[in-house]
């Protein structure tokens, strides 16, 4: 199967497509990419960049690093 379209999200397992008609979201493990925008499935670092006020990093980080020890233990 071939899927022709531009990459725009990749969260280091799964890949959404924009295609001229739908986004398509897909594991993105075992898919061979080809392109400029190609994500490295061996060397990917999710990153956060946060502009604004200080104090929405304040509030904000310390609650989604609770939310997330939460769910993942």
Do not use: H, K
Not at 41 to 56: H, K
Not at 66 to 72: I, M, P, T
């Amino acid at each position: 199967m071939q899927l022709l379209g531009d990459l725009s999200l990749f969260d280091g397992e799964n890949a959404t497509v924009a295609t001229d008609t739908v986004l398509v979201t897909f594991r993105a493990e075992g898919v061979m990419y080809d392109g400029a925008d190609c994500p490295d499935l061996v060397e990917y670092v999710p990153s956060l960049r946060m502009t604004g006020a200080a104090q929405m990093g304040d509030l904000l980080l310390p609650t989604w690093i609770d939310v997330y020890a939460r769910d993942n233990g």
